[in-house]
């Protein structure tokens, strides 16, 4: 069973252009979880979807990030116009059942995101 | 609101013993746990639930006050393997079930 895949493993981008990230899940699992990373800083919640939905995205800031996770296809994360600030490591995690459940989740290699 | 880890970064020697803490200041419903090694993904390592019940690896022990909103991970008889950076992250239940909000990470560095 493959793990969280995430690609593109490295990714650079000019200010101003748009960066798409993308997260395909355990096999079986249907929560997934963007978080992103600072250098030597944690893991900041994103956003929580589930199959077409959006759960919690109380983390996403207001203006040029959104996610999706389409019935088919991976769950792709867009920042619009990036920035430099926009630079950082961006993790995506799912889990087969809600967290609250018992349940681990399973995080990706992350998506090193440098704007130049 | 994001848990407060102590301490912020610890160095053994192998075979040495090490606690790692994790205070929240709000109810919550668990507390899970995961080592990071630079450039890597978070691995996981412990989950605890509010009630008792936990799962996790067989080396690495941790316990969870409900009442205080604390958790501690405890790694006995440490290994170079161990050395990473520790997150705990905290599901506050409710509207944010399923929702993980992980501390600032502590370093643990194991020498020979």
């Known amino acids: 069973n493959a793990g969280v895949m995430q690609n593109p493993r490295h990714l650079v981008r000019r200010r101003g252009q748009e960066a798409r990230l993308r997260c395909s899940p355990m096999?079986?699992?249907?929560?997934v979880y963007w978080y992103r990373q600072l250098p030597e800083e944690g893991l900041k919640f994103m956003v929580y979807?589930?199959?077409?939905?959006?759960?919690?995205e109380s983390g996403m800031p207001k203006e040029r990030f959104s996610a999706e996770f389409p019935k088919e296809g991976p769950s792709i994360l867009r920042i619009q116009q990036v920035v430099r600030g926009d630079s950082a490591a961006y993790f995506c995690?799912?889990?087969?059942?809600?967290?609250?459940?018992?349940?681990?989740?399973?995080f990706g290699q992350g998506t090193r995101l440098t704007v130049v | 609101q994001q848990p407060v880890q102590s301490p912020q970064a610890v160095i053994l020697r192998e075979g040495e013993d090490a606690v790692i803490n994790c205070s929240s200041s709000?109810?919550?419903?668990?507390v899970h746990w995961y080592r990071q090694k630079h450039g890597e993904a978070p691995v996981f390592l412990m989950i605890?639930?509010?009630?008792?019940e936990q799962k996790g690896h067989e080396k690495i022990s941790a316990s969870f006050n409900e009442k205080k909103q604390q958790s501690s991970l405890y790694l006995t008889a440490s290994q170079l393997s161990y050395s990473g950076t520790y997150f705990c992250?905290?599901?506050?239940?409710?509207?944010?079930?399923?929702?993980?909000?992980f501390g600032q990470g502590t370093i643990l560095t194991v020498h020979p």
């Open positions: 995690a799912s889990s087969p059942r809600r967290l609250g459940d018992n349940t681990e989740a399973f």
């Open positions: 096999k079986g699992h249907s929560h």
């Open positions: 979807l589930q199959k077409e939905n959006i759960i919690d």
């Open positions: 709000k109810a919550l419903y668990s």
């Open positions: 605890l639930l509010k009630g008792g």
């Open positions: 992250g905290t599901e506050e239940g409710g509207t944010s079930y399923g929702k993980l909000t």
